[in-house]
């Protein structure tokens, strides 16, 4: 069983910047993806970042295109630590954003397991931490 503990979220004016980071710890071979989603009340979740890694090629990360400018994405595989250091935020970024892990042998923003048989998407998510824009 793996833990995602969140951290950084609040609110700031449009153009501000804030920095997400997901510590994951317990079982971390439940970890070979790490992500960053966000959700909008009403909305689908939306895939922002995610790291892969694979034992031969290593970290592949991936970056949303509507995100990409604006957004980094960071990885510390040894310490099972991703952040999202977010820039010129815009209210449109207003948002839940969770943290997220899975075992699953691939993954990308744009891309991430969904368990048909329990109507959800596969592994540990984070409790989510508010994002506010204004």
């Known amino acids: 069983h793996v833990q995602l503990v969140e951290s950084g979220g609040g609110s700031v004016q449009g153009g501000g910047s804030l920095t997400l980071s997901c510590k994951a710890s317990?079982?971390?071979?439940?970890?070979?993806?790490l992500g960053w989603f966000r959700q909008v009340p009403g909305k689908e979740r939306e895939g922002t970042a995610t790291?892969?890694?694979?034992?031969?090629?290593?970290?592949?990360?991936s970056i949303a295109g509507s995100v990409k400018d604006r957004f980094t994405f960071s990885q510390d595989h040894g310490q099972n630590t991703v952040s999202l250091r977010m820039t010129s935020l815009k209210p449109d970024d207003t948002a839940v954003y969770y943290c997220?892990?899975?075992?699953?042998?691939?993954?990308?923003?744009?891309?991430?397991?969904?368990?048909?048989?329990?109507?959800?998407?596969?592994?540990?998510w984070g409790q989510g931490t508010q994002v506010t824009v204004s």
């Open positions: 790291v892969h890694y694979n034992p031969y090629t290593g970290a592949q990360t």
């Open positions: 997220a892990a899975d075992p699953s042998a691939d993954c990308s923003a744009e891309y991430w397991c969904y368990d048909d048989s329990r109507g959800d998407w596969c592994g540990t």
């Open positions: 317990g079982n971390t071979y439940s970890t070979n993806c």
